[in-house]
Nanobody, 124 residues
Framework: QVQLEESGGGSVQAGGSLRLSCAASVRTFSNLAMGWFRQAPGKDRELVVA????????YYEESVKGRFTIAKVNAENTVYLQMNSLKPEDTAVYYC?????????????????WGQGTQVTVSS
């Protein structure tokens, strides 16, 4: 069983920054492969960032490359998503999720555990 809890969302102006956190309650966090998804109103949930169990292999959705950075801190059982140069189109509910496969997974259906989500709103 894995429990995930996101925090750090909020409202910022375009060009601003936010750092999202995802705290995991699990004994084997160092072996956990995870991802951050987002869902805007009326749109499907989309993968933003993902990494494999070691954290050495990562995936960034094209629109966030160079602006978002993910960091897995095993000592804290926490994953951080640093979001810089935010744009209005980044507005969404952001979810962290994990799966048991170890590699990078691109589809929400592969993820077993989900946090409750945190709202990010970027105004122009």
């Amino acid at each position: 069983q894995v429990q995930l809890e996101e925090s750090g969302g909020g409202s910022v102006q375009a060009g601003g920054s936010l750092r999202l956190s995802c705290a995991a309650s699990v004994r084997t966090f160092s072996n956990l492969a995870m991802g951050w998804f987002r869902q805007a109103p009326g749109k499907d949930r989309e993968l933003v960032v993902a990494f494999d169990w070691s954290g050495s292999s990562t995936y960034y959705e094209e629109s966030v490359k160079g602006r978002f950075t993910i960091a897995k801190v095993n000592a804290e059982n926490t994953v951080y998503l640093q979001m810089n140069s935010l744009k209005p189109e980044d507005t969404a509910v952001y979810y962290c999720a994990s799966h048991p496969y170890g590699d990078i997974r691109y589809y929400a259906a592969d993820y077993t555990y989900w946090g409750q989500g945190t709202q990010v709103t970027v105004s122009s």
